[in-house]
């Protein structure tokens, strides 16, 4: 044997070819890991919007009816009708935005987990909140002040502005209607009971004997217009948080 013959690699290249090709089909095979998919507790502010934005839009009783579908207009539609229809979509678009807005503001304002999503209220992160967390002094939480905690969760005290040690998500899948409708309606003070989702205006109000009289102070408190919910009525609020809390208790 020849002693200046070197050994040499030999390369094949259909072989490599194939080998490169069976890779990347592993790799597109590989299942997508949707990061809504873990317990709806987990979830921080971020994510809970992003959740309630994938709703169907315009699903009777449920969370979509929080923003509208895309208006079907038919060729026959005359130009003015396209346009009030496009200015209606995009008025109830803004309304839904309005809400959600108020919802994650709410609940980073309640909760006083310490996560990079609670306090900036908007944030993104990729950071799971934790359930609960050592109490901190916090100058980003200001405390259940739309009053979303019922009697039923543990309040911190921390600074005398009763939050609660459970993340936002947390906090979200246990809510009564009546907090998800002082949440919804961003009022400083709440609008409803969050146990019986009784207006507080009409709780403060001595009560008439006569039933008749009640059902007609309900309906006025109920028809009261909500500037910081978009100027939606309070019945309309009410509605709204029921379809979001059906949809909440399905998750």
Same mark, same amino acid.
């Given at each position: 044997?020849?002693?200046?013959?070197?050994?040499?690699?030999?390369?094949?290249?259909?072989?490599?070819?194939?080998?490169?090709?069976?890779?990347?089909?592993?790799?597109?095979?590989?299942?997508?890991?949707?990061?809504?998919?873990?317990?709806?507790?987990?979830?921080?502010?971020?994510?809970?919007?992003?959740?309630?934005?994938?709703?169907?839009?315009?699903?009777?009783?449920?969370?979509?009816?929080?923003?509208? %579908?895309?208006?079907?207009?038919?060729?026959?539609?005359?130009?003015?009708?396209?346009?009030?229809?496009?200015?209606?979509?995009?008025?109830?678009?803004?309304?839904?935005?309005?809400?959600?807005?108020?919802?994650?503001?709410?609940?980073?304002?309640?909760?006083?987990?310490?996560?990079?999503?609670?306090?900036?209220?908007?944030?993104?992160?990729?950071?799971?909140?934790?359930?609960?967390?050592?109490?901190?002094?916090?100058?980003?939480?200001?405390?259940?002040?739309?009053?979303?905690?019922?009697?039923?969760?543990?309040?911190?005290?921390?600074?005398?502005?009763?939050?609660?040690?459970? %993340?936002?998500? @947390?906090?979200?899948?246990?809510?009564?209607?009546?907090?998800?409708?002082? @949440?919804?309606?961003?009022?400083?003070?709440?609008?409803?009971?969050?146990?019986?989702?009784?207006?507080?205006?009409?709780?403060?109000?001595?009560?008439?004997?006569?039933?008749?009289?009640?059902?007609?102070?309900?309906?006025?408190?109920?028809?009261?217009?909500?500037?910081?919910?978009?100027?939606?009525?309070?019945?309309?609020?009410?509605?709204?948080?029921?379809?979001?809390?059906?949809?909440?208790?399905?998750?």
């Amino acid at each position: 044997m020849n002693n200046n013959m070197m050994a040499t690699a030999v390369y094949y290249p259909g072989v490599q070819a194939t080998a490169n090709m069976m890779m990347q089909q592993s790799q597109s095979q590989q299942p997508m890991v949707n990061p809504l998919d873990k317990p709806f507790w987990k979830f921080n502010t971020t994510e809970i919007s992003n959740w309630i934005r994938q709703l169907t839009p315009g699903i009777p009783n449920t969370g979509g009816m929080l923003f509208p %579908s895309n208006p079907s207009i038919a060729k026959d539609t005359t130009p003015e009708d396209k346009v009030a229809m496009e200015d209606e979509y995009r008025s109830k678009l803004i309304v839904g935005n309005t809400l959600v807005q108020s919802l994650i503001r709410a609940l980073s304002a309640a909760s006083s987990c310490n996560t990079p999503a609670a306090a900036a209220a908007v944030g993104s992160s990729n950071d799971e909140p934790m359930l609960k967390k050592p109490k901190i002094e916090s100058t980003n939480n200001s405390g259940d002040i739309y009053q979303i905690l019922d009697p039923s969760f543990a309040k911190t005290n921390t600074t005398n502005n009763n939050s609660t040690d459970l %993340s936002t998500g @947390a906090i979200l899948s246990r809510i009564t209607l009546g907090g998800l409708v002082n @949440a919804l309606g961003g009022l400083n003070g709440g609008i409803v009971d969050t146990l019986t989702c009784i207006p507080l205006s009409e709780l403060e109000l001595k009560q008439s004997s006569n039933e008749s009289s009640k059902k007609e102070e309900r309906k006025k408190f109920l028809e009261v217009v909500v500037p910081s919910a978009g100027n939606l009525k309070l019945k309309e609020v009410i509605s709204l948080a029921r379809g979001l809390h059906r949809s909440i208790a399905a998750r």
